[in-house]
């Protein structure tokens, strides 16, 4: 029972456009939403996150986008540099509950 | 600052040997411990979780086990390896505050593979 899901494992993009990662999930009572950014043998490394109250999240090149009644969530890079190329995972997670669910991750590969 | 360690960064092992994967965690107190794998192909998976010494929850039912002998040290543990144990192992360390999420910090990661 997969609850976060991650439908495309592999994406590649030209330097300069936009990057838009997806995830999607099932159980509404999650409430915090995050993305994490791992380079290959090395730790996941937090990059943006956003609670349920809101539907966008900005941080510099970096924007989340919370769709509640969808239960959708994105990731937009713009523009996309070549140091982007890594693994995405988006995670959720109860308020007050220390455990994250995280999804399968999609590779982001950006083309020079 | 907090910092987070895991030795070793890989591991080749036979089947049927035992495991010991160690993590230590710096410059906090009282911190939430995680183990998680990552396994070819798919998503972080968490397979413990520790809220205190020698407090210890487990997500999957598995060849593995968890102990926390100090405040800030997470062992992860195995007496008979499988194959299917092969895959990346990351630890995790939150912030122990109660009632708010609180972010979550990976080491580097072992990488195991069982032959």
């Known amino acids: 029972d997969q609850q976060v899901k991650q439908n495309s494992p592999s994406l590649s993009v030209q330097e300069g456009r936009i990057s838009i990662l997806n995830c999607d999930y099932t159980?509404?009572?999650?409430?915090?939403f995050l993305w994490y950014k791992k380079y290959p043998a090395e730790g996941p490394t937090f990059l943006i996150s956003i609670s349920s109250i809101k539907d966008k999240n900005e941080d510099g090149r970096f924007t989340v986008f919370l769709n509640k009644s969808a239960k959708h969530l994105s990731l937009h890079i713009v523009p996309s540099q070549p140091g982007d190329s890594a693994v995405y995972f988006c995670?959720?997670?109860?308020?007050?509950?220390?455990?994250?669910?995280f999804g399968t991750g999609t590779r982001l590969t950006i083309i020079p | 600052s907090q910092t987070i360690h895991q030795w070793p960064a890989t591991l080749v092992q036979p089947v049927g040997s035992p495991l010991s994967l160690e993590c230590t965690v710096e410059g906090t107190s009282n911190p939430n411990l995680y183990w998680y794998r990552q396994a070819a192909g798919r998503g972080l998976q968490l397979l413990f979780y520790?809220?205190?010494?020698?407090?210890i929850s487990s997500e999957v039912p598995q060849n593995l086990s968890a102990s926390r002998p100090q405040d800030r040290q997470f062992i992860l543990s195995s007496k008979k390896l499988l194959l299917s144990d092969s895959g990346f192992y990351l630890c995790?360390?939150?912030?122990?505050?109660?009632?708010?999420?609180?972010?979550?910090?990976f080491g580097p990661g072992t990488r195991l593979t069982v032959l």
């Open positions: 520790s809220v205190g010494i020698g407090q």
């Open positions: 995790a360390w939150s912030a122990g505050t109660s009632g708010f999420y609180n972010e979550q910090f």
């Open positions: 995670a959720v997670v109860n308020f007050g509950n220390e455990k994250l669910t």
């Open positions: 159980n509404s009572m999650f409430d915090y």
